[in-house]
């Protein structure tokens, strides 16, 4: 297919809920592979996608992301049919942004190489700390020299756009050791570093020790914070979201997505997606999931959630996401896309946090500061009517 300038912009969501072991803290949708489970389950999410590739045809996708789980633990076979797949279902674009998640260990030069070969131009390595006890305390089943390995090798074999992710608030960890983490992955020199609070969810290990846990005090996290924010920025990171930065020109543009309220389609147990005005998610039972796509019949018995974007959804959704960015809301622009005044409507509740420190309002933008974006989730629950 020619990719046209009609074509509108769509990106592409894969998920791989397979990993060695679960950490103590995850609740995300992940578990060690069971015999003979994987290739059932990546059978299923490859009719999953050649089902919905005439939905797309319009569209053409300039971000795909395989997320986990752990991505990299599957065979080059195995990767190699994914991304065929994605290739054979959806017109990509020339510049695709093409993400692939991997743990520190999973990987060696050879299998990063052929991830290259296939398209694959940024990755992402889960280091979370530079300290082997506090790795041990998440239950991460890496080792910093295990990062260190991969993150050259990755190098080594031609990614030029590498983000790493980091934690703060994990149990044992101090300011002095969030600060030589951070100052561990800046001499890496990577072009994207994620940096997330530990939280702790209903359902894992760690909500179950909840009581016992090591943890910093909120003063030492919120330290932790502007540590990040402050490092990061003098070593030319720019902090364009809550919990990201980028060297110019390597934000995630796939992240963006969401942020921007933009088109996407996931595909996967638990996978998210919003397009044609809705947002939905489908179950996380495999076996439901893989028998739907094996022996189609109603797609509807495999979503978790459906909801139609209303005009008032889209409002709220519109700044809720925009102010998660440090760019903020543009007034001219909110005007323009919903024909009314965003001081009108939100000046008097933002007030306090304008006085307060926690956000800056003029007459053409509203964004949070440092101090705001920590208690960001506080401030949009009291000024959006969700």
């Known amino acids: 297919m020619m990719i046209t300038d009609a074509m509108k912009k769509l990106g592409i969501y894969v998920h791989i809920p397979f990993c060695k072991s679960k950490c103590g803290y995850c609740d995300f949708c992940s578990h060690p592979p069971r015999d003979g489970e994987t290739d059932r ?39 190699k049919s994914l991304v065929e797949c994605i290739k054979s279902s959806f017109e990509l674009d020339k510049d695709v942004e093409f993400t692939i998640e991997a743990n520190p260990g999973t990987v060696d030069k050879g299998y990063l190489r052929f991830l290259i070969s296939l398209g694959i131009n940024r990755i992402s390595f889960g280091l979370q700390s530079a300290s082997d006890k506090e790795l041990e305390a998440l239950g991460r089943i890496h080792t910093v020299a295990d990062f260190e390995k991969s993150f050259k090798a990755a190098r080594d074999a031609g990614f030029k756009n590498i983000n790493v992710d980091l934690m703060y608030g994990i149990p044992h960890q101090s300011a002095v050791s969030f600060g030589e983490t951070l100052e561990f992955v800046r001499g890496l020199d990577p072009e994207h570093i994620s940096v997330y609070g530990l939280k702790i969810e209903e359902g894992t290990p760690f909500y179950q020790q909840k009581d016992k846990l090591p943890l910093p005090d909120e003063e030492t996290e919120y330290k932790m914070y502007r540590t990040a924010h402050n490092v990061l920025e003098n070593a030319g990171y720019k902090h364009y979201e809550i919990s990201n930065f980028a060297r110019r020109g390597f934000e995630s543009k796939h992240n ?4 921007l309220d933009e088109k996407y389609l996931g595909f996967g147990i638990s996978a998210h997606s919003y397009f044609a005005g809705q947002r939905y998610a489908y179950i996380d039972d495999m076996e439901k999931y893989i028998h739907e796509m094996e022996h189609p019949k109603n797609m509807s018995d495999i979503l978790s959630e459906c909801t139609d974007i209303d005009v008032f959804t889209k409002e709220t959704e519109y700044v809720m996401l925009r102010m998660r960015l440090f760019d903020g809301v543009d007034i001219n622009d909110y005007r323009q896309e919903f024909d009314r005044d965003f001081i009108n409507k939100y000046g008097d509740k933002l007030k306090r ?31 959006l009517d969700f």
């Not at 933008?365 to 949009?380: D, E, P, Q, R």
Request: contains cysteine; glycine residues 10%; proline residues 1%.
């Open 256 to 259: 963006m997505r969401y942020w």
């Open 353 to 383: 946090y304008v006085e307060g420190g926690f956000v800056v309002l003029d007459n053409r933008h509203c964004a949070f500061t440092v101090k705001g974006m920590y208690v960001s989730n506080y401030i949009l629950s009291d000024i």
């Open 41 to 79: 389950y990546l059978n299923a999410l490859m009719l999953h996608m050649q089902d919905f590739s005439g939905a797309a045809q319009d569209y053409v996708v300039d971000t795909v992301y395989v997320g986990g789980g752990t991505p990299s633990l599957l065979s080059k076979k195995q990767v």
